[in-house]
């Protein structure tokens, strides 16, 4: 049944959805370690105190886990272990993790911590284990990075049970690539090859199975997931056949018998009499009609079945029409849902992405060889903070920041964020366009001028710091659940020194963006400016567009 295999196949996204809930939170369970001083200091000189005082069994039982490394800035470990949790022993470090080190896959790039952190599942030879691997940054959260601190706990089936039963549900994990995997799991994992990321197959007459695919840490099917469920629906729709067909053979009976038991005259005029009454109600289809016969036989009393044969195929006629109006409603619901579900979509994502995004489950990333980029950011804005309340607050950098978001539209620009008082904007993708500086210059100017206005007709004293800069980023979309649409690349950077190293009510521009914009901008050399992880750049100030001669 169609029903029956679209409530299976909502229970096994509902198991998907537990195994990557899990993940995310053995990620954020160890976060606090990779941000610890005490850890930032192990992991470069091995302290002995560290380990006694904090790597103990009682750590292990509590949070379940098979598995801790501590790596210095080279891979090199300086302290690994294993534990067994049923003899509550040290144990070695589990065969596969090793190797998984030695060739590098588990370690971080020093000059991104905050987005080094990788987590997931990782097949072994001794099962399947939960893996989180992240970058020793210290308190501050922000590096260097002196190592990496790396936890693991196999996923058994205690431990599968204990996520599957928050959720009522029943679930059974394998290796994809188990030579001994049960007939059920074959049929299903040839299946799953294909596109359907879902595959439905009755178990017996009381169960039906729903089997998905899990990938490991590095994007590749690892695990085959079955949940089981009861087939209730299949049973209430054979329970309500037999029900129908009892009542449709029951009547036939009774009719059968007074028909060979009433010969007379009388009771054939009557039952003919009953027999045009109900083709009559047949014929309109009017179910609350009923049919009159009076008198205490066989007969009267066949009519009586009939009426409440009538009765009861009204209520049920009634409760079909319930039921059609209330999945008519839903079906409106979900369709205004998915309309909305579209336009937050829109308001995100440009459009582009956005369609890909729904075309296409997939990693959505692009590279982009020349864009112009817009850092703005407001100056003494902390001040600003501290004597607005919050509501005010709040009001006046929605106004302010809805105005830049319309010159964004009107100059043909895609919004990237916005961070606390800071705008970020880009000229030149997703759709390429070659004055991609050209019209980042013109909106750099217009913002200055919309600050400007928000002054006379608002009275805070607030000025902006804006820094532009032209080069090739990478552009993409991250996240599972709320996308984002961000740039990479050193060209960034550059953009953001450029605004944190101007002037407040200034545009400070790059040499790569001077070049572009010299022919139609008015531009004030600045000199060479210290810049952050580059060293001294030749900058410029934006004063204005040039009057066309």
């Not at 940054?137 to 922000?142: D, E, T, Y």
């Not at 029951?250 to 010969?263: E, I, K, N, P």
């Not at 049919?291 to 044969?309: C, F, H, K, Q, Y």
């Not at 830049?404 to 009107?410: H, K, P, R, S, T």
Request: hydrophobic fraction near 45%; aromatic fraction near 6%; charge should be negative.
């Amino acid at each position: 049944m169609a029903a029956e295999a679209q409530d299976t196949r909502r229970t096994a996204q509902v198991a998907l959805n537990l195994f990557q809930q899990a993940s995310r939170d053995f990620n954020a369970r160890w976060t606090d370690w990779s941000q610890w001083d005490d850890a930032y200091a192990f992991v470069q000189d091995g302290n002995q105190d560290f380990v006694r005082s904090n790597l103990v069994a009682e750590l292990f039982d509590i949070t379940r886990i098979d598995l801790a490394i501590f790596a210095d800035a080279d891979g090199t470990p300086v302290y690994s272990t294993g534990y067994d949790h049923g003899t509550k022993r040290w144990a070695p470090v589990p065969r596969g993790v090793a190797e998984r080190l030695r060739i590098g896959d588990l370690l971080f790039a020093r000059d991104a911590p905050t987005s080094a952190v990788r987590g997931g599942i990782v097949l072994l030879p001794d099962g399947p284990m939960l893996l989180c691997s992240q970058p020793s940054v210290g308190s501050a959260g922000r590096g260097p990075v002196a190592g990496t601190v790396t936890f693991g706990r196999f996923l058994t089936d205690a431990e599968i049970q204990r996520l599957a039963e928050p959720a009522g549900l029943s679930l059974a994990v394998r290796r994809l690539d188990d030579p001994d995997l049960p007939a059920d799991f074959r049929e299903a994992r040839a299946a799953l090859e294909g596109r359907d990321p879902t595959v439905v197959r009755p178990l017996s007459q009381d169960r039906i199975a729903g089997y998905t695919v899990l990938d490991d840490l590095d994007g590749h099917p690892a695990l085959i997931v079955r949940v089981d469920n009861d087939r209730a629906i299949l049973r209430m729709g054979n329970d309500t056949l037999r029900y129908l067909v009892l009542v449709t053979v029951l009547v036939g009976l009774v009719f059968g018998g007074v028909t060979l038991l009433l010969l007379e005259k009388l009771v054939l005029y009557r039952l003919a009499r009953l027999s045009r009454e109900v083709t009559a109600i047949g014929g309109v289809g009017d179910l609350s009609a009923r049919v009159a016969m009076p008198g205490n036989d066989e007969l009267s009393r066949l009519t009586g079945s009939i009426n409440g044969m009538l009765t009861a195929l009204e209520v049920n006629a009634r409760r079909q029409s319930q039921q059609k109006a209330a999945l008519e409603q839903a079906k409106a619901a979900a369709e205004q849902a998915h309309a909305r579900s579209d336009r937050l979509l829109l308001n995100i994502l440009p459009r582009s992405i956005a369609e890909q995004l729904k075309e296409h489950e997939r990693l959505i990333a692009e590279h982009f060889e020349e864009v112009t980029i817009l850092f703005a950011d407001i100056a003494s804005f902390t001040p600003l903070a501290a004597r607005l309340n919050p509501t005010e607050l709040v009001g006046l950098l929605n106004r302010m920041f809805s105005s830049f978001d319309q010159l964004a539209e009107q100059h043909g620009l895609e919004k990237i964020k916005t961070i606390g008082d800071a705008y970020m904007v880009v000229g030149g993708l997703p759709v390429q366009r070659p004055d991609h500086a050209r019209a980042i210059a013109q909106m750099a100017l217009a913002m200055t001028d919309t600050v400007r206005r928000f002054l006379a007709d608002n009275g805070e004293p607030f000025r902006l710091r804006i820094g532009i800069n032209t080069g090739p980023v990478i552009a993409g979309v991250i996240g599972k659940k709320k996308f984002s649409y961000d740039l990479w690349g050193d060209a960034v950077n550059v953009a953001s020194r450029m605004e944190s190293s101007g002037e407040p009510g200034r545009i400070q521009v790059s040499e790569a963006s001077y070049a572009l914009l010299d022919r139609d901008f008015v531009l004030e050399e600045r000199g060479l400016v210290a810049i952050k992880g580059k060293g001294a750049m030749k900058t410029y100030w934006l004063i204005g567009e040039k009057t066309p001669q």
